[in-house]
């Protein structure tokens, strides 16, 4: 067995999956290198990281696979499961075996493993688009913090961007320590240091004046439209998973609203 290390990267991977090919290993298994806890009936390998082969292999896929496909790998990769890459090296195995007529052999494992997967990954993302809550900094930036069970921070920042053009914005993900950060033109994946009495769990120090009251403002609105009669608790956990509660500001303990006079 021969296992080979990348990066945790998606070009990462696709470097290991290049090298694979290229040292014709034909017993190999891929795995990130914060993963790998040493194996004693193993080779190590660490992939080249070389942007060339990173690309050498996406267009080889794009050039036998659909968008769609493609799509679906990026997204599965995204997923971070422990046999992703497992799933993923087949998948791509079967793909060049093939010539690329093998998107719809639901039968093989790795290929509905990487439809279902990529399904589950894009029902988050589209999870995350309605959760994220912003909160407004003193210094007139508004910043969200997710948690989400897949990586799906690559995928949200179109719709952000899209929608919130005109503002400065960054969310960050607690789980995977790293955020994205629009300047009001382009998105760029950043890295935090907080400061004392100032972390992920607890901005409040670095609020603007009135962020408290727009939230408390916000969980009276979104008191007010419950209708008590027709509470569906399993319906509700079903739509919001309890996993997301921690940042939504509506699922928080009750505030006044105190508003900041203007001078």
């Given amino acids: 067995m021969q296992t080979v290390l990348y990066d945790g990267s998606w070009d990462g991977f696709l470097c290991a ?4 090919y290229e040292y014709k290993f034909t017993d190999a298994q891929i795995v990130p290198e914060h993963r790998f806890n040493g194996n004693l009936f193993a080779t190590v390998h660490h ?4 942007q060339v ?12 696979l659909s968008v769609e496909a493609t799509t679906a790998l990026y997204r599965a990769f995204l997923s971070e499961e422990a046999e992703s890459e497992g799933h993923l090296l087949a998948y791509i195995r079967y793909a060049f075996a093939s010539g690329g007529n093998m998107e719809d052999d639901l039968g093989h494992a790795s290929v509905l493993y990487v439809v279902q997967t990529a399904r589950r990954v894009w029902r988050e ?8 809550r912003f909160q407004e900094t003193a210094d007139g930036m508004y910043c969200a913090f997710i948690e989400p069970d ?4 690559p995928i949200i920042s179109p719709h952000f961007e899209a929608r919130y053009a005109d503002q400065r914005w960054m969310i960050y993900d607690t789980r995977r320590k790293y955020g994205i950060y629009y300047d009001g033109s382009t998105v760029a994946e950043v ?8 972390d992920e769990h607890n901005i409040a120090p670095a609020h603007a004046p009135n962020e408290a009251a727009y939230q408390a403002l916000w969980q009276q609105y ?6 008590a ?3 569906n608790t399993k319906l509700h956990v079903q739509h919001m998973p309890r996993r997301y509660w921690k940042n939504l500001p509506e699922k928080q303990p009750s505030v006044s609203p105190a508003f900041t006079k203007k001078k």
């Fill in 17 to 20: 999956v290049f090298d694979v």
């Fill in 125 to 132: 993302k589209h999870r995350m688009e309605a959760f994220v």
């Fill in 53 to 64: 082969h990173s690309q050498r292999v996406w267009k080889g896929l794009e050039r036998i």
């Fill in 222 to 227: 979104f008191k007010s439209v419950n209708i």
């Fill in 47 to 50: 992939a080249r990281m070389e």
């Fill in 229 to 231: 009669a027709r509470k």
């Fill in 150 to 153: 897949h990586d799906v921070l």
């Fill in 191 to 198: 890295d935090i240091s907080f400061e004392d009495k100032i």
